[in-house]
């Protein structure tokens, strides 16, 4: 046995998966990883690992990885594949992305990636630098992960805001500064299993222990329901009546903060007045809950000192997602819980570091004017929906994939696709976007394993490294970490090099001043006056000093604007709720309801034939969405794909506990083994997404079992708002059951 090394680093995608952020010791013995440990120091997760952690040695040398570039050599779908060179692969992708942009423009190929991993620096880098404005999450309709929550959130408070639990000091918990939200409206996410978005879903137990309550917003039982003060169980996609509802008990009942609402809110009456056409029974009837407990969570929630709300994603999917963000966003500006220890508070990258250049300023420089006309004037759907156009970055899914289909206004031809299962787990209409796919001319895609979209659609596989396997950096709030290469697997490569090489062929001017990727980081990390290989001496992490970056009333301070006055980065220097850039952009500056496009009250007729709501996507800690099928050590804790019904529904439809079902609309039916569980209300199933057989058959018409697992087969689209932020019917589509008969596929 050789000598054992330990080396701390963050776990960051390739891996884990996930939105990242934990310090983790990487064991390694003889140039490969033997185990995984969380970092005691690190301030993230003090030491805690999950099991997607726990499992790495099983990831980074599965059998099934994909350890050299790779060409198709078969039709597509067929599953031929064989090995090449990076020269060959990437002379191949620089050839055929030339072409289409010489013949139809850069903007004829699209930029695809999947949830927030490590790869919004480096797939911006090359869609950019290539020339094309349609960066995309492909499939993800109405673009419903966070940015509906972001919209919301930058156009009101100039900022962002997370729920207080110290992550912005080091000492955290002991920081004598900080204070315990007293309660904790944990909204529409189950933080234990998800950290999402920069958040680490177990502080909130350690807010528990420390004295939070909780006030749980969600259709199921869940760990933190049932520990729960409140457990409001709201039907699903209702929850902007719900959050104007107790805005409105918070207002009529005169327990908001007046201080903070005089001094630094504007357009409060309006508000009132808007949340007034929220009355409790109205409220009650259409979420469900019982009007005694809205006003029972909104009281406590008002009354306490200081609180905090830690939202998820069904807010972003609930129809026109950011107008229920914004209703949300507005009981902590009017209970001023804003940038308060233990409220909400607000959050910027540490150091104001970030991975890729959000100025236009820093755009022009890097990559040329051209690209900020094209970004205007060609990037989808920016001409249709209000919060593409005004929120420069994403293209639309949801008409990109249309585009795609139709050529117009103009063609698509070719995709890089990185980090993004279009078809086994982002995209609503799963079939509808894999015979679109299917006309693409060129595809390139960077994963790691084979997927059915990797299958279906790719005409090169460049295989990406795990986080032991890869320099980068992160500065997703806080703090500043460096994640460092320690192993090597195969010929594989990190997102960030694959991504620096192919850019530099088409942008070999603009990007000359860096001869590696670590010069790239070095630049990027200059706010911080540490380079990359500083941060890493000092143990790989680091906070913003007293300033701008740290809380807390930094609006007081003169903290948040550019002219250094006190006040909110907005023009009047206000929270705005009354949502002015929003009326500009023709939208509905004040919050509003929707009803879910598919219920009993919008669609009677469907309701009768489908009397089931499909919840799809609530977590599971040992999956990250697609991922992780192939992995021993998780798959054997969840070997199947189930969905779980309520014992009365059970019996209603005669079905068994362990019994393999149907789950069926109009769009299709897919299979499913059952867990009879109070979890879920009679009226409710709930299914987890992204399961396909890693272990099956993977060439077309198979494609690893996809068609008959992919519940996204079964969700519609387009997007249901009319802003084009928030929408994907992800949470509220209606289904019934049917049993398997013998003959029924
Ligand atoms: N039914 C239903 N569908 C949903 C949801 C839901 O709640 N219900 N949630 C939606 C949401 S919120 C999101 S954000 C999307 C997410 O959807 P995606 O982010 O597309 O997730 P996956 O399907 O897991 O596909 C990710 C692919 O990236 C690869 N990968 C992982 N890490 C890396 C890396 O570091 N580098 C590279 N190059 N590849 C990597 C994985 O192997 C995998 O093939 O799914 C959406 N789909
Ligand atoms: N292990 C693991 N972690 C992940 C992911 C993963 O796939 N696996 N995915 C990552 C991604 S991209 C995201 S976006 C986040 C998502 O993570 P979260 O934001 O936590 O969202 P979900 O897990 O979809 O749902 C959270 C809870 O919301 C409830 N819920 C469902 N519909 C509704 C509704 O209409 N209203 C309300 N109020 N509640 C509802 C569900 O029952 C569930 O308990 O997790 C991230 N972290
Ligand atoms: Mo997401």
Not at 39 to 64: F, I, K
Not at 539 to 551: D, I, K, V, Y
Not at 603 to 612: A, I, V
Request: hydrophobic share 35%; charged share 25%.
């Amino acid at each position: 046995m050789g000598k054992i090394d330990v080396y701390p680093t963050t776990a960051w995608s390739a891996g884990t998966g996930c939105h990242g952020g934990c310090g983790q010791n990487l064991f390694v013995e003889d140039g490969k990883l033997v185990k995984v440990e969380g970092n005691e120091d690190h301030p993230w997760n003090q030491g805690r690992s999950c099991p997607r952690a726990l499992a790495m040695t099983q990831y980074v040398y599965h059998e099934d990885r994909i350890t050299q570039p790779q060409i198709r050599v078969g039709e597509r779908g067929e599953g031929k594949f064989e090995p090449i060179s990076w020269d060959e692969a990437l002379d191949i992708c620089e050839e055929r992305m030339g072409k289409i942009r010489d013949e139809h423009g850069a903007e004829s190929v699209i930029f695809v990636q999947g949830t927030g991993r490590d790869i919004g620096g480096p797939i911006t880098f090359l869609a950019y630098s290539y020339g094309s404005p349609n960066w995309v999450q492909l499939g993800l309709s109405g673009h419903s992960c966070y940015t509906p929550r972001l919209g919301a959130m930058k156009t009101t408070l100039g900022e962002f805001a997370v729920a207080d639990c110290s992550q912005f000091l080091e000492k955290r918990y002991e920081d004598p500064e900080w204070e315990a939200p007293e309660y904790i409206i944990v909204w529409g996410q189950n933080p234990p299993n998800t950290c999402p978005d920069g958040f680490y879903g177990p502080w909130i137990v350690d807010c528990m222990q420390r004295g939070s309550k909780i006030i749980s917003v969600d259709p199921r039982n869940t760990w933190m329901s049932t520990r729960a003060e409140y457990h409001l169980q709201i039907r699903p996609g209702t929850d902007g009546a719900l959050a104007l509802g107790m805005l409105n008990i918070i207002i009529e009942e005169e327990i908001y903060d007046k201080d903070f609402v005089e001094k630094w809110v504007d357009g409060f009456d309006a508000i009132k007045e808007r949340a007034a056409e929220y009355p409790v029974d109205k409220v009650a009837a259409i979420t469900e809950i019982p009007a005694a407990d809205i006003q029972a969570a909104a009281r406590a929630y008002a009354n306490a000192k200081q609180a905090a709300i830690q939202w998820g994603v069904p807010i972003d999917m609930c129809p026109d997602g950011t107008a229920v963000a914004h209703a949300i966003s507005c009981l902590w500006t009017v209970t001023g819980n804003i940038d308060i220890p233990g409220g909400q508070v607000i959050a910027k990258p540490a150091f104001g570091v970030t991975a890729y250049p959000f100025s236009s300023e820093e755009l022009i420089e890097l990559y040329g004017k051209d690209l900020i006309t094209r970004m205007n004037e060609k990037r989808i759907g920016a001409d249709v929906y209000p919060m593409y156009k005004h929120f420069r970055g994403w293209a639309s899914p949801d008409v990109t994939i249309e585009q795609i289909e139709t050529g117009d206004p103009y063609p698509i031809k070719g995709a890089w696709i990185q980090t993004a299962n279009v078809i086994g787990g982002q995209a609503a209409r799963a079939k509808f976007h894999y015979d679109a796919m299917k006309k693409l001319d060129f595809v390139a895609i960077v994963d790691l394993f084979h997927n059915p979209t990797t299958m279906a659609l790719a005409d090169i596989i460049l295989p990406a490294a795990t986080f032991p396997e890869k320099n980068s950096f992160r500065s997703w709030w806080t703090p500043m970490d460096s994640i460092k290469k320690r192993v090597q697997v195969g010929e594989c490569r990190s997102d960030w090099e694959i991504n620096f090489e192919l850019a530099k062929r088409f942008n070999p001017e603009g990007l000359q001043r860096w001869a590696t990727v670590i010069d790239y980081f070095d630049e990027r990390m200059e706010p911080s006056g540490m380079t990359f290989e500083d941060l890493e001496a000092k143990g790989g992490w680091a906070m913003s000093p007293e300033g701008p970056g740290r809380p807390y009333r930094r609006y007081e301070k003169g903290h948040l604007r550019a002219d250094g006055k006190p006040g909110f980065n907005t023009p009047s220097g206000k929270v705005e709720i009354y949502n002015k850039s929003f009326e500009e952009w023709g939208m509905d500056p004040l919050p509003f309801y929707t009803e879910p496009p598919q219920s009993e009250a919008s669609t009677p007729d469907l309701f009768k034939k489908y009397p089931l709501v499909m919840i799809t996507g609530a977590r599971s800690n040992l999956f990250f969405h697609s991922e992780h099928r192939q992995i021993p050590w998780l798959r054997e804790k969840e070997p199947d794909p189930t969905v779980e019904i309520h014992p009365d529904t059970a019996k209603e439809y005669n079905i068994y506990d362990g019994e393999w079902v149907h789950l069926e609309n109009d769009m299709g039916h897919i299979k499913r083994k059952t867990v009879i569980s109070l979890k879920v209300k009679p009226n409710h199933v709930q299914t987890l997404h992204g399961w396909f057989k890693p272990e099956a058959e993977g060439a077309e018409p198979n494609l690893f079992n996809v068609w008959d697992y992919q519940v996204n087969q079964i969700i519609p689209g387009p997007q249901a708002s009319k802003s084009g932020f928030g929408g994907g019917q992800y949470k509220t589509t209606l289904v019934r059951l049917a049993k398997i008969t013998e003959g029924s596929a």
